[in-house]
């Protein structure tokens, strides 16, 4: 994925499914400047983490 549509898919109304390693998570937030993503798990808002947005998959 690119930061642009990581953008977008923070952004929309409806949910889009994101997944980061076969897992589903939620988009917290993206820094472009370094094309990474805050991701949590869903159902654990309390455990999240810095990736790389190219790990991240729409599904």
Do not use: C, Y
Not at 34 to 51: D, I, K, Q, Y
């Amino acid at each position: 994925m690119d930061v642009n549509r990581v953008r977008e898919i923070i952004q929309a109304e409806n949910k889009i499914e994101v997944q980061f390693q076969g897992q589903s998570v939620w988009i917290d937030g993206v820094d472009e400047q370094t094309a990474t993503a805050r991701v949590h798990a869903e159902g654990n808002p309390g455990n999240s983490m810095t990736v790389d947005v190219a790990q991240l998959v729409e599904k």
